[in-house]
């Protein structure tokens, strides 16, 4: 049994033209789903897989000394679950390219920051709400800085869900953008700092040389 929420809905116009309309509240389903080894007649799925992609080491190592637990078990989502503290992805090599698997993995990260023994930001938002959108730009521009720092291309439209939402906080605050990216400038200096074990320790072994 599977639960999912409809918050909008397709109404037809006077002139015959289909539009969308927001709810006042979500409606919500049910459906059961069965794995295809559980039916008969059908095939699996092939897709196309990437074989392999090159890891970034810095990358690799903010991930690893950050101390996040990353949990690669989804299969098309990636979420950071504020309760268990935890940030879920699905498996690297089911990204096109290395660039989208860091983009999305440090994007959560950056929500992962906002924990209160860290940064200590307001992580407990709704979705569809103004605070839910605001903390998204947060993560985004984070995961840019971080990429942007490291070299790594970041492709913005993977994560385009939310420009919509976005938007709408920009539209009532036109400030909300810089104190984002103040933000965002301060978990990017947070994040950034587990990648400065490797200057120390490349530093460290100069010095043993010397």
Known sequence: MVEYWQWEKQEKTSEGK???VKLESPRVFYAHVFNVSQMEGVQP???ERVESWEADNRAERILGQSGARIIHDQRDSAFYALKSDEIHLPPKLAFP???????TALHELGHWSGHQDRLNRELANRFGTADYAREELRAELSSYFVCNNLGIIHDPGQHASYINSWIEVLKKDHNELFRAAKDAEQISEFVLQFAQEIVREKVAEEELEC
Do not use: F, K, L
């Not at 390219?97 to 983009?103: E, I, P, T």
């Open 18 to 20: 289909i539009s969308r």
């Open 97 to 103: 390219d290395s660039g989208r698997y860091y983009a």
């Open 45 to 47: 799925r092939q897709e």
